[in-house]
């Protein structure tokens, strides 16, 4: 018997060649210069949607972007080292594709996404999905934040729930992702930064925030991420 293959709808987001990885960057560019918008919230534009290509703002920090470096700090670091960057970095590994949780049937491209939803953030150049699980970060000794699966393909601990205020998650308006497994949300804070002391001399992500997770309170800013710059789709 033939074996059934599953379309994947993700498929023309993810950089399968040389080619495809310097497409990415002139994604990226084009996000940046040209759909940097600011839109009402009654506006349906305002809506992250299922299929969307975003950057994650932090906004403890006053904008750094989360960030997955390609170059590895020893061999602890290449695993638990996700950090966050200055936003004016010009550079693809901020950029995340928005689909649905593990498990699921693939969302609608286009669909909103209500607050509430359980979704998975796939890393558009390492084509794996932002995943925590028991284990300690190197910095702050809070829970690590990793990589995991391959061509987006993972399993649940990959799953977050977007907590915020509204009906949908809406740009530039503060959410948290909270860890579906653990409990823990994605977080960073100023005082947990990578260093020489840290991780050694030439240190590639020196200056960079530690990524964790943690059990954060009401009005926590180390957990409070924004949605600014983005490939935004929109069902027709």
């Not at 530039?172 to 860890?179: C, Y």
Request: aromatic content about 8%.
């Amino acid at each position: 018997l033939e074996q059934h293959k599953t379309l994947d709808p993700y498929k023309p987001f993810r950089a399968r060649s040389s080619i495809m990885k310097q497409f990415s960057f002139f994604l990226f560019l084009f996000v940046c210069a040209i759909i940097s918008t600011a839109a009402h919230d009654d506006d349906k534009e305002a809506i992250v949607t299922c299929g969307s290509v975003i950057k994650l703002m932090h906004v403890e920090s006053g904008g750094d972007t989360f960030f997955i470096p390609q170059i590895p700090v020893g061999v602890a670091m290449a695993d638990q080292g996700k950090d966050l960057l200055p936003c004016e970095k010009s550079d693809p590994d901020s950029l995340w594709l928005v689909k649905e949780a593990d498990g699921m049937d693939a969302c609608a491209i286009g669909a909103p996404i209500n607050c509430g939803d359980q979704i998975r953030l796939e890393h558009i150049n390492g084509q794996q999905n932002l995943h925590s699980h028991n284990f300690q970060s190197p910095l702050s000794k809070q829970q690590e934040i990793s990589l995991f699966g391959t061509e987006g393909k993972g399993d649940d601990s990959d799953d977050w729930t977007v907590v915020c205020d509204k009906r949908y998650w809406q740009r530039n308006e503060p959410i948290r992702l909270l860890h579906s497994q653990t409990g823990r949300f994605l977080g960073a804070t100023r005082s947990k930064k990578f260093d020489q002391s840290n991780c050694g001399m030439g240190c590639p992500i020196e200056g960079h925030l530690e990524a964790f997770g943690l059990r954060a309170y009401a009005n926590d800013k180390r957990s409070e991420f924004k949605v600014t710059h983005g490939l935004y789709v929109q069902a027709p």
